[in-house]
């Protein structure tokens, strides 16, 4: 199956920085979505984005599908920007619709 | 429903019981899958359903683990004879077509 590698696997922020998360994948991809995972465990949907760019608030995110990876960046963090960030894939050669995780990047925002 | 609900929110089970956890996602979302969280860790695929076809089972750690679905509706995560490695939450997660998946709040199992 497809595989998944995020880096850092950790950050430490000051708040107001920026940073970029970055999600590498090995294979073509039908979906890719980023999760935010807040310190109660919720996961919480950021980005659908299998390809271009998108962007939310602070938040944006591209995928350059044709080389496998996709970047979460985060500007002017807050510390509720604190939790892990994960990325998830649907490999084109996996059962249809199933979805990889990978390992996360654990963020923490201090004030 | 508005979203995606797992039953119950947390459950405590003695070495060798079986338990149940429920899923019930939102209507429409045809597809359902089933992760394992172990503390501090990532999430692990267990089984996911599509429709009518056959699930796939490829990340189910034991014949101990067993899921079901009827339908587009409610599934049934099932472990016999738990152990203390069970320990974790079991998130589940619902989605329709191309779309994105949205996770329930979890079912936090500990076995004593």
């Known amino acids: 199956g497809i595989q998944v590698e995020q880096s850092p696997p950790d950050l430490i922020l000051q708040e107001g920085a920026n940073s970029t998360l970055r999600c590498n994948f090995s294979d073509s991809v039908n979906n890719l979505q980023w999760f935010h995972q807040n310190p109660w465990g919720q996961l919480i949907n950021l980005f659908y984005?299998?390809?271009g760019t998108k962007q939310n608030g602070r938040l944006s995110a591209t995928t350059v599908a044709t080389e496998r990876y996709s970047l979460l960046y985060i500007s002017s963090s807050q510390t509720t920007d604190s939790g892990v960030y994960f990325c998830?894939?649907?490999?084109?050669?996996?059962?249809?619709?199933?979805?990889?995780f990978g390992a996360g990047t654990q963020v923490v925002v201090t004030p | 429903g508005a979203g995606v609900s797992q039953s119950p929110s947390n459950k405590v089970t003695e070495k060798g019981k079986d338990v149940e956890l429920r899923c019930d996602p939102i209507?429409?979302?045809?597809?359902l899958y089933w992760y394992r969280q172990r503390l501090g860790q990532g999430l692990e695929f267990l089984i996911y359903?599509?429709?009518?076809?056959?699930?796939?089972k490829s990340g189910l750690p034991s014949d101990r683990f067993s899921a079901e679905r009827t339908g587009e509706s409610v599934s049934t995560l099932t472990i016999q004879r738990t152990q203390q490695e069970d320990s974790a939450v079991y998130l589940c997660?619902?989605?329709?077509?191309?779309?994105?998946?949205?996770f329930g709040q979890g079912t936090r199992l500990t076995v004593v």
């Open positions: 998830a894939v649907e490999g084109q050669t996996d059962s249809w619709g199933k979805l990889q």
């Open positions: 984005i299998p390809s």
């Open positions: 209507s429409g979302h045809t597809a």
């Open positions: 359903f599509q429709g009518n076809s056959a699930p796939d």
């Open positions: 997660a619902g989605r329709g077509g191309y779309t994105e998946a949205f």
